[in-house]
Structure formats: C-alpha cells, structure tokens
C-alpha cells in the first residue's frame, strides 16, 4: 500500500531554512508526479510545490515562488522540499503526495515560524 512520511519540521526565526524530506513506497514513485501541500490552523489544504516525474519541471504556488525549491531523487523514492527566507505565514503541517493525491496521506510534518 501506499506509504508516505513526511520529516524534517521544526521551529525557525523568521528569514531561516528548513529542508523537508518525503520517503515514498508502495508505488512506481519514478512514474508519479509529485507535490507538497500544507495545511494551517483553520484553513483547507493547499498546494505549495509540483515536481513532474523526471523531475524536469516545476511548479509553485505564487505565495512560496522564489522561496522554495522542490526536488527529487528517484533512486531512492524520495521528494525534498527547500524552504528559505521563511515567514510567519508558512506555518502549517506540510504534506507529500502525488500531484494526484494518493487517498492515503501521511502523518505531515509541522513547521512553525515565529521569533
């Protein structure tokens, strides 16, 4: 079955980093294009990052354009997630999930930007 898990959440100041990384299994992960979703207190869940399955092309939600950077690694069914000069704003559960979702998600990782 499907199997995602998220990692990689933590607590910055404003301006800093963080890298995510998805660990997938369960299906051709080399054959799926990929996304990373978030979702924060009180809203829907939105998506953040689209890589297709070569992982020669991109696409970004207008709100992280030119802050983040998905990537990926086929050889080893993994999705990353580049996050820089973060803000409060970008605080929520992030997700991985085909740009198709997957009816299972997993667990989601918490990022948290505040001073």
């Known amino acids: 079955q499907v199997q995602l898990v998220e990692s990689g959440g933590d607590l910055v100041q404003p301006g800093g980093s963080l890298r995510l990384s998805c660990a997938a299994s369960g299906f051709t992960f080399s054959r799926v294009a990929m996304s990373w979703y978030r979702q924060a207190p009180g809203k829907e869940r939105e998506l953040v990052a689209t890589?297709?399955?070569?992982?020669?092309?991109?696409n970004y939600a207008d709100s992280v354009k030119g802050r983040f950077t998905i990537s990926r690694d086929n050889a080893k069914n993994a999705v990353y997630l580049q996050m820089d000069s973060l803000k409060a704003e970008d605080t929520a559960v992030y997700y991985c999930?085909?740009?198709?979702?997957?009816?299972?998600w997993g667990q989601g990782t918490q990022v948290t930007v505040s001073s």
């Open positions: 890589i297709t399955s070569s992982g020669g092309s991109t």
């Open positions: 999930n085909a740009r198709a979702p997957f009816s299972s």
